[in-house]
Nanobody
Framework: QVQLVESGGGLAQAGGSLRLSCTASGRTFSSFAMGWFRQAPGKEREFVAA????????YNRDSLKGRFTISRENAKNTVYLQMNSVKPEDTAVYYC????????????????WGQGTQVTVSS
């Protein structure tokens, strides 16, 4: 079992920045590829970014490249999502997820999920 806890969400103005964190406990963090997903009201959950177990491989949602950056610190059991130049359309609940398999853009690949953290961007 892995427990994931997100933090760092909140209210930001358009053009500002937020950094989300997700801290894991329960099993060896470096065994898991990690992903960030988001879900806006009335919309399906969508992929944001993913990072491999070692951090050597990263997938990014094409539309977010250049603004959002995923990274991890295995020594701290933590994965991050740096969000820059945020826009109102980035408003959503952001979830981190873990998989023992290789990194993926597909939610079904992930075995463990955090409870989510709300990000609200005002114009």
């Amino acid at each position: 079992q892995v427990q994931l806890v997100e933090s760092g969400g909140g209210l930001a103005q358009a053009g500002g920045s937020l950094r989300l964190s997700c801290t894991a406990s329960g099993r060896t963090f470096s065994s898991f590829a990690m992903g960030w997903f988001r879900q806006a009201p009335g919309k399906e959950r969508e992929f944001v970014a993913a990072i491999s177990q070692s951090g050597s491989y990263i997938y990014n949602r094409d539309s977010l490249k250049g603004r959002f950056t995923i990274s991890r610190e295995n020594a701290k059991n933590t994965v991050y999502l740096q969000m820059n130049s945020v826009k109102p359309e980035d408003t959503a609940v952001y979830y981190c997820a873990a998989t023992i398999k290789r990194l993926s853009t597909t939610p079904q690949t992930y075995d463990y999920w955090g409870q989510g953290t709300q990000v609200t961007v005002s114009s």
